[in-house]
């Protein structure tokens, strides 16, 4: 089965507003991250990965509940990398706002920064089987003179690249940060920016890209057209992709809701979570951090005859909308604190785009070999039928940090 993903995130521009602000940047307290041990930038990349949960589980809640019938889909861990980063431009109430919207208001700023650089570092990899791009990149007007502080830092710690371009030609840097994000996701994530604002000087372009192998595929023999309950009384035919194997699968009675691990060939895993049909509204106000420890503590080995639709969705978000009811709306006001960016020019985000998609079938990477058998003990198949609309969580085990984050309600995307 291949899974491949695709995201980009845009915040454009940081717009010039009227009127100059004093130089109040900080000293440079952040030090050098490659020259930090290794266990201290684990340590707090796991708490990173805490933090980064309940942003998206928070954030879940907020979509669920303006759009209770569509899918959702983004990456928790792209978008807070992409503030995080630009925290290194802000002072004052604004980042304390980004800190506490993003709930990474208990870390201090140097260990915010240490853990995203051991995230990156820890994630960004191609191997045979998995393949992670997770990136950055800053789009500057070639006249903004931007604090050398903020460009070290910024490509030190987010190994962000830097384009120098020319804001008043704008139908032509459009095009120029387009093609860069279509380069970057291997032409998954087309034509992110729709439109540039007047006055833009600066641009901070956020992409990831996913694609990696199960641990064991799914044989397309197997599938079937079959009916997926969107509601009670309304079905839509999908592609049912069928296995029978070894899983580790748990119930969480609380929940009334049915969880099962599908590993991939590295050390990133997605949990499906399958609730009781009528109970989604109930699983989706009732998550929290703290639910991944309870549901390990659940999980148990079985076979299982499992089912699993195909599908193909995109989402797309205006994250300026998204982020306020999040309480995050300084850095997009003019009276926000970007000073630690340029110190003679007042800037604000423009605007904030996120856009994902996601992919589902048999195949595993291209030109990849079909995966061994798999020795089953004898026992009955638990049957499970994802045939409703479930949570799909991946993520990366040793941290652990949530990569993606869906509510399916309709995998035909509709």
């Known amino acids: 089965m291949n899974l491949m993903l695709g995201l980009g995130l845009f915040l454009a521009g940081l717009l010039a507003v009227k009127g100059l602000l004093q130089d109040r940047d900080a000293p440079d307290t952040y030090g050098s991250p490659i020259?930090?041990?290794?266990?201290?930038?684990?340590?707090?990349?796991?708490?990173?990965?805490?933090?980064?949960?309940?942003?998206?589980?928070?954030?879940?809640?907020?979509?669920?509940?303006?759009?209770?019938?569509?899918?959702?889909?983004?990456?928790?861990?792209?978008m807070t990398t992409a503030f995080s980063m630009l925290t290194l431009g802000a002072q004052n109430s604004t980042l304390e706002e980004i800190k506490e919207g993003f709930h990474l208001q208990e870390m201090a700023e140097k260990d915010m920064h240490l853990g995203y650089?051991?995230?990156?570092?820890?994630?960004?990899?191609?191997?045979?089987?998995?393949?992670?791009?997770?990136?950055?990149?800053?789009?500057?007007?070639?006249?903004?003179?931007?604090?050398?502080?903020?460009?070290?830092?910024?490509?030190?710690?987010?190994?962000?690249?830097?384009?120098?371009?020319?804001?008043?030609?704008?139908?032509?840097?459009?095009?120029?940060?387009?093609?860069?994000?279509?380069?970057?996701?291997?032409?998954?994530?087309?034509?992110?920016?729709?439109?540039?604002?007047?006055?833009?000087?600066?641009?901070?372009?956020?992409?990831?890209?996913?694609?990696?192998?199960?641990?064991?595929?799914?044989?397309?023999?197997?599938?079937?057209?079959?009916?997926?309950?969107?509601?009670?009384?309304?079905?839509?035919?999908?592609?049912?992709?069928?296995?029978?194997?070894?899983?580790?699968?748990?119930?969480?009675?609380?929940?009334?809701?049915?969880?099962?691990?599908?590993?991939?060939?590295?050390?990133?895993?997605?949990?499906f979570v399958l609730p009781d049909s009528g109970k989604m509204?109930?699983?989706?106000?009732?998550?929290?951090?703290?639910?991944?420890?309870?549901?390990?503590?659940?999980?148990?080995?079985?076979?299982?005859?499992?089912?699993?639709?195909?599908?193909?969705?995109?989402s797309t978000y205006n994250m300026k909308k998204v982020l306020s009811r999040l309480g995050i709306s300084k850095i997009f006001e003019e009276h926000g604190d970007l000073t630690r960016i340029s110190s003679h020019r007042s800037l604000k985000v423009g605007e904030a785009v996120h856009k994902a998609e996601l992919k589902m079938d048999e195949k595993g990477m291209e030109g990849a070999a079909g995966s061994g058998a798999q020795t089953l003990p004898m026992e009955t198949p638990q049957r499970i039928k994802i045939n409703r609309p479930f949570l799909v969580m991946i993520y990366e085990k040793s941290l652990p940090s949530m990569i993606f984050l869906a509510r399916i309600n309709d995998p035909t995307g509709k």
């Not at 809640?61 to 861990?77: D, G, R, T, V, Y």
């Not at 998954?188 to 992409?207: E, R």
């Not at 009732?286 to 499992?306: G, M, N, P, T």
Request: a positive charge; aromatic letters at 12%; hydrophobic letters at 40%.
């Open 281 to 314: 509204k109930i699983l989706e106000k009732s998550l929290q951090a703290d639910i991944f420890a309870k549901w390990k503590s659940l999980l148990a080995k079985r076979v299982v005859d499992l089912w699993v639709p195909k599908l193909h969705i995109s």
């Open 117 to 271: 650089h051991y995230l990156l570092h820890k994630l960004n990899r191609e191997t045979q089987d998995v393949k992670i791009n997770l990136g950055n990149a800053l789009f500057m007007d070639q006249k903004l003179k931007p604090q050398k502080r903020f460009l070290r830092l910024a490509k030190t710690v987010y190994d962000a690249d830097m384009v120098l371009t020319s804001f008043q030609d704008l139908d032509s840097t459009q095009r120029e940060i387009n093609s860069y994000i279509s380069r970057k996701t291997h032409n998954i994530i087309n034509n992110l920016v729709k439109s540039i604002d007047p006055g833009t000087v600066m641009l901070l372009a956020n992409y990831i890209y996913f694609r990696a192998r199960w641990q064991y595929e799914f044989d397309p023999k197997e599938t079937k057209e079959e009916e997926f309950f969107v509601e009670k009384d309304k079905t839509v035919k999908v592609p049912m992709m069928f296995r029978r194997g070894l899983y580790d699968v748990a119930y969480d009675s609380q929940l009334s809701s049915t969880i099962l691990e599908m590993p991939y060939r590295g050390n990133i895993t997605a949990t």
């Open 35 to 78: 020259r930090v041990q290794e266990w201290r930038g684990k340590k707090d990349a796991r708490k990173l990965g805490r933090h980064n949960m309940e942003f998206g589980f928070q954030l879940l809640q907020k979509l669920a509940a303006k759009s209770p019938e569509q899918n959702i889909f983004f990456s928790p861990l792209s």
